[in-house]
């Protein structure tokens, strides 16, 4: 096959204990699954179906790399989260079989700019420009967990040069990982190769150029994502 300009390269991210690499297909992210952070954002937390957006997996970051500081925004925030790597495609897959579908897991950070959110959400509009802009996704190597929970225990942390912002257990999740595949393959058919987001607790806040964000999860490969300069 012959393109007028080069395709895409596939987009991955590394494995733990693997030489073989995680290629991406999409990159879904649940909207709101921690309690105290609906409440930060102004809303009551309420158990209704998690939703869902989407980032194009050519906003993929690698941990380590740098982020320069996007335009459009004076409030870059970030999100620390658990994110599920997929490794079996299903549809309509009931939450009992839903850990079958699950390759294993990283950290992530959801960056976003939370003043276009906002203005966004008051307008009814889509969150796209807020969430979906380059290198809006950092994802870290992949632990594979093939069908397994992660533990109960586990915590979730994100400072900033050092300082606490966000800490959380993963078992405060109103939504758990089963039940956010479940929800998620009610819409569409879930694909190996598919990421998913799977929400932040409280305490997001903005970076600055200049600012080291790293996000840890108990039992998997930490991230670290610095800041650079406005684009
Ligand atoms: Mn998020």
Not at 62 to 81: C, I, K, M, R
Not at 150 to 158: D, F, K, V, W
Not at 207 to 220: E, K, M, S
Request: with cysteine.
């Amino acid at each position: 096959m012959d393109y007028i300009f080069p395709p895409l390269p596939v987009q991955s991210v590394p494995v733990l204990g693997e030489a073989r690499r995680f290629p991406l297909r999409r990159i879904f992210c649940v909207g709101r699954n921690y309690a105290d952070h609906i409440r930060e954002m102004g809303f009551r937390p309420e158990r209704e179906p998690p939703f869902f957006f989407t980032k194009p997996i050519d906003a993929l970051v690698q941990d380590g790399e740098e982020v320069a500081y996007p335009p459009l925004t004076e409030n870059f925030h970030h999100e620390a989260e658990l994110v599920i790597a997929i490794g079996k495609a299903g549809a309509g897959i009931a939450v009992e079989d839903a850990l079958d579908h699950v390759y294993g897991y990283a950290v992530g950070n959801d960056l976003t700019r939370r003043d276009l959110q906002f203005a966004l959400r008051d307008r009814g509009r889509p969150w796209d420009w807020s969430k979906a802009f380059d290198r809006s996704a950092v994802v870290g190597p992949i632990t594979p967990m093939p069908s397994q929970a992660l533990p109960r225990s586990a915590r979730l942390s994100l400072t900033v040069n050092g300082e606490t912002r966000q800490d959380a257990a993963l078992d405060t999740m109103i939504w758990n990982v089963a039940e956010v595949i479940a929800a998620l393959s009610s819409s569409v058919t879930i694909q190996p190769g598919d990421l998913v987001f799977t929400g932040t607790p409280a305490g997001v806040g903005p970076l600055q150029p200049g600012d080291r964000c790293a996000v840890a999860i108990d039992g998997l490969t930490p991230i670290t994502t610095l800041i650079g300069r406005k684009a």
